[in-house]
């Protein structure tokens, strides 16, 4: 019998070992052919499959409520993964404005691949049922969404998509398995940029993939032809990063809500927009779907332009200037400047955002301090437009 990669002296390490072979000898015929046949989780090259990678996609299938989970070096390998798969030639997608800038670049590769796509504002989900087609293979979505938080109704996607037999993917970055799990709202498959809030310390890139267990063999498939395995390493920093997600994304929330109401109440602050407020469109549907909180996302319009925002950003001392999220520190950027250079300029106006919005990932320091920090930038900027 062949020993246990993450167990290899009988007693189990109290981390998840880093195994960084790329190979694996075969110890017989047999144990080739056990692998081979699927009888049993074994190892023979690094494209195929990782001890490290495979300890952490138990992980995060786990809080999702998944059977399994496909671990892979990004979100938007993630994202990709999931259209490779399961869309052809002809097929519909239908993806909502209201996700990833990066998307938009993915769906110009798709569209010269011959599929459909129509983009929809996050507002219009309600009127879904218009715009999926005989052929709409699947409805592609974040909610809450990047980076205006808007909120969509996981269970009313599912209702139009399965008016035509379309598959849900629901890209639970912004949220989190600690507030939304979309598999049991109906969605199909969710997927993470895992560089974000699960890895949550800005030392690793990685994306992630869970749903049933034909899911998982249709997209190892995929992974295991274009080679976006995770690398050992990497899936380590995952795998201890989860264990402190739950007491990170609790912080996070909690902080955002505190942070969100002092906001509310600043004159210079234009627009905010954060589901845990009560006058927030889509609050009534996220306190539906969510739990624990809101998370730790907040977009918000800083004065009338983007001066306003680029002085309120250059005066901030404790929350870093810089793009992603989810993080251990607070993060904040100017979305139009920064995430959705990816879209044309016109593209990344047309929806909601502005040139002054800007989008704050709010991480573990206490709440206070991040609102002194707010205070005093806010002071910098000239005007007050209210
Ligand atoms: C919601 C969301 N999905 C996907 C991605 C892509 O993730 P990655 O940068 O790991 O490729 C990002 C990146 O910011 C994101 O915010």
Redesign the pocket.
Known sequence: MAPDPLTPYGNRPMVTPIVNAVNYEYLSFEVLRQITDGEIDGYTYHRDDNPTVREVERRIADLEGAEDCVVCT???AA?TMAYLTYLKTGDHLLIFHDT?G?NYKVALILERLGVQITWLNADETERLGEHVRPNTRMIFL?TPS?PLCKIIDIAAVRKAADAVGAMVIV?N??ATPYHQRPLALGADLVVH?A??ALGGHNDL?A?AIAGSKENYNLLWFTRQAIGTTLDAYSAFLLDRGLKTFDLRARAMAEGAQKVAEFLAGQHKITRLAYPGLKDCPGHDVAARQMQHGFGGMLAFDVGEDEEDAKRFIAALNTIYHAV??GATESLICIPYLT?MLYLPPERRTAFGVRRNTVRLSIGIEPADVLIKDIKQALACVAQAVR
């Open positions: 990004s979100g938007m994202c990833y990066a974040e990047n890209d970055t912004f940029s560089t974000k890139m994306g992603s999220l995430t």
